[in-house]
Structures are given as structure tokens and as C-alpha cells.
């Protein structure tokens, strides 16, 4: 039988796909994971036997449903959220108020293809989060189509008195689907002010989503004040792929947009905090958070009652568990993430003596099945952080890798505090993201629970290992 010699270069390859493992297995004593490997699987049993997760968010987007920040809702949700903690006897609970902005949708919200010739097409439209509203007329105009704001500047004098429509989709070719929303997002919050600059009366803007339907997805958006307000909503992919079709045989499309929303006075609101104190080393403190506030277009499940829900089942778990941490795991539900991020900028301002951060964990991502962290820190931390991911392969949530974290944290990540993002299995996320899909029946049970379960492992080993 001839021999095959396998070439060098495929066994320096093959070794160093084994290389991370490797080290991470070597960096960890076989007792010590083993001995937080028989915790990691009581937390999972313990979910997924008697776990109480998608009851929590039950109570969170079903019962008291769309939360935007200043809205009666929103004041709904921090009650709620600080006597759920108190009703699983978590310590130290209690508010930490913020002022909020209050924008409200109001109740005329429409748009129409209006050009002479044809009957009038209604449009799907949402108004974007922040927007102005119009003059009872409407504003009615011509349709110019960009994709970009280096096409809009391009036609310089032609977008004069045009509504101006964004119209780049997501890549569907991106692998990872925040990737494809990261490189068209930007349409949705400064397609306004390039609109204005332009000379354009309105901005229409595609839905940041992958689907193609009737239903729009909302979102923040953002004014420059050296430069004129002018309104601004998300139309649904599918009349996106409509008005484009129109467009591009040529044709001149007019649009009637009327909008009736308005930013009000701020609020007062508060992030809610709960914990678990530590027993050693109390004044260490390891974050878990999620935030309260949603769009007030379908019920926030996914975003982020699937957060809050992920971190209090994730405490809850530890203290039915009879686990206590070394340090102060401190569950936060954050308010105004989606337009402002008062509470999170709120948190890491306060003065807390005698207190330091070691890590942060943030949970935004939705309600899916777990795949791992991301995580944002000196490569030395991100070791001391990755080589606990055997903890999780059982869940299949063992991939532990470098760029993480969130929104609401990313003030303490600036002030040096490791941030850590729970990564999902995201393909489904941007169907739901900000619009009436956004309901409990597309979050599984399981699933969620797993989420939990994730962050209280990850959580409780980081509170007694220390970083």
C-alpha cells in the first residue's frame, strides 16, 4: 500500500484550529472546571425544569406591552420590574431615577402614492422615533430614490423640494445579520438631516429588515440643529420594492405623507436595580443587564424584554439555587436605551463609593438560543474570560469571542469596565426588530430560558473567580 504524507502545511493548519482550545483547557485546572462544570449543568437543569423565564416576560410584553420611553407603559414597566425583584428576594432593590425623552407617535400616520394620472396607493409607513410631525395638509411632493448620501450629494440641486427615499437594503449576503443592519442603519438615522441638507422636504426611508412585507419597522432617528427639521418615516420593504420598480421605468411619483407625532417635556423615569451581594468581596461588582423601554409598535418581546427577562431569571436562578457568589452579581433593567440612552449614561455617571465594576454583561440580542459572548477587553482579560467556555458546550453556547457588549454598558466600557455582549443565534432577529412582529409567539420557551441560564453561569463565575 503507497503511503500518503500528509503536507506540512495541512498539519500546522489542523493544529492551530486546536490551539485555543487547547490553551483554554490548559488554563483552567481539571478540579476546579469540573467543579464549576456540575454548577453550569444544575443552572440548565434547574431552567429548564422549573425555570421561570418566559413567564416573566409573559408579564412584561403581554401584559403591559409597548414601553417607549415617558410613556405610561415605560412608568408601567419599572414599577413592575422593581416588584418582581422584590417578590424573589433579591437584595438591595431599588430605582435610580433618570430624566427621559417622551415622543409620542400620535394618531395620524399615513402616506399615499398620489401622482397625477393614477389613483391614490397607500403606503405602509412608521413615523421614526424622534421624527417632527407635519401640518395637518400633509406634505406632498415628488419621490427622489437614493441609495446612498454620497448619491444624494451627487445630485446636488435636483433633490430640492423632493422627498427623499433611502432605499439600500440589508446585505442578505452577510453572514451575520447585525452586520447587514450595521451597513444600511445609517439611512434610518441621519437620512433626515442629509435629506434637509439637500434641500429635500421629507425623508422616507426601507425598513431595516431582511423581509419582504407590508409591515414597517420603526427606529430612533436624528436632528442636526443647524439644520432644518423635516419629517421622516420607515416604509415597508415590500412598497420599497414597489415605488423602486416605478421609479426605475422612469416614472414621476408624488407622495402625500402626513404625520402627526411630537416630542413632548422629558420625563422622570429609572433604571431598576436588584442583587445578589456578594459574600466575599461585595464591593466587586459583576453587571447584568437588559432594557426595559421598547418601540411602541408591536410588545417588545424580543427587544429587550428578553433581556429583562434573561437577567432576572438569571438571578433568580442563583438564589434558588442557593449560590452565593463571592462578589455583587447586580442585575440592572435600564430604561431609554432605544432613544437616548439616558439610562445607561445614567448609571455609569453615578457616584458609587466604595464600588468597582469588574465586569459588564448586556443582553439585547433577543430571545434566541444562546451561541456564546463577545467580548471587549485587554486580550489578557479576554483569556481569563474565554477559558470558561467549556461551561457552556452542552448548549451548544461555547463560542467566546473577541468585540461585545451593548449599548446600555457601553459608558462603563469606556470608563475601562470589560464589556460582554450574550450572542444568539441571529438570523430571525431584524424579521421582528422594532415593529408589530415584535410579540411573545416568536419567542421559544426554551430558548429563553437558555439565555438565562448562560448569563447566570457566565455571571456567577466571573463573581467568584474574579478577573
Known sequence: MTKYKIPAILIFAFLLQLTPLALIAQSVDTATLGHYQRIADDIIFTGLRSGHAYDILSELSVSIGPRLSGSPNAAKAVEWSKGKMESFGFDNVHLEPVMVPHWVRGNVEDAAIVS??????????????????????????????????????????????????FNRPMDRSKISTFDAYGGAVNQRGGGAVEASRAGGVAALVRSMTTMIDDVPHTGAMNYNDSIPKV??????????EMLDGLLSKGEKVSVKLRLS?????????????????????????????????????????????????????ALRL?????????????????????????????????????????????????GFAPRGFGVTSDSLTFDKIARWSPLFASIEADRIRKGGGGADIGELG??????????????????????????????????????????????????????
Request: charged share 30%; aromatic share 4%; hydrophobic share 35%.
Open 116 to 165: 397625477p394620472g393614477s389613483a391614490a396607493r397607500k403606503l405602509n409607513i412608521a413615523a421614526l422615533g424622534g421624527s417632527i410631525g407635519t401640518t395637518d395638509d400633509g406634505i406632498t411632493a415628488e419621490v427622489l430614490e437614493v441609495k446612498s448620501f454620497d448619491d444624494l450629494k451627487k445630485l446636488g440641486d435636483k433633490a430640492k423640494g423632493k422627498i427623499i427615499f
Open 231 to 240: 419629517p421622516a418615516a420607515a416604509l415597508s420593504t415590500k412598497d420599497a
Open 261 to 313: 407625532c411630537q416630542t413632548l417635556p422629558d420625563v422622570e423615569s429609572a433604571n431598576v436595580v436588584g442583587e445578589l451581594t456578594g459574600s466575599e468581596k461585595p464591593g466587586e461588582v459583576i453587571v447584568i443587564g437588559g432594557h426595559l423601554d421598547s418601540w411602541d409598535k408591536g410588545r417588545g418581546a424580543h427587544d429587550d424584554g428578553s433581556g429583562c427577562a434573561h437577567v432576572i431569571e
Open 414 to 467: 469606556r470608563q475601562g469596565v470589560p464589556t460582554i455582549g450574550l450572542r444568539v443565534e441571529g438570523n430571525r432577529y431584524f424579521d421582528y426588530h422594532h415593529s408589530d412582529h415584535d410579540t411573545i409567539d416568536r419567542v421559544n420557551e426554551r430558548e429563553l430560558e437558555l439565555g438565562a441560564a448562560s448569563i447566570a453561569i457566565l455571571a456567577y463565575v466571573l463573581a467568584e473567580e474574579g478577573l
Open 318 to 366: 442563583l438564589k434558588e439555587m442557593g449560590l452565593h457568589p463571592k462578589r455583587t452579581i447586580r442585575a440592572v433593567n435600564f430604561i431609554n436605551e432605544e432613544n437616548g440612552l439616558r439610562g445607561g449614561k445614567a448609571y455609569a455617571a453615578k457616584s458609587r463609593p466604595n464600588e468597582k465594576h469588574i465586569a459588564a454583561i448586556e443582553t439585547d440580542a433577543g
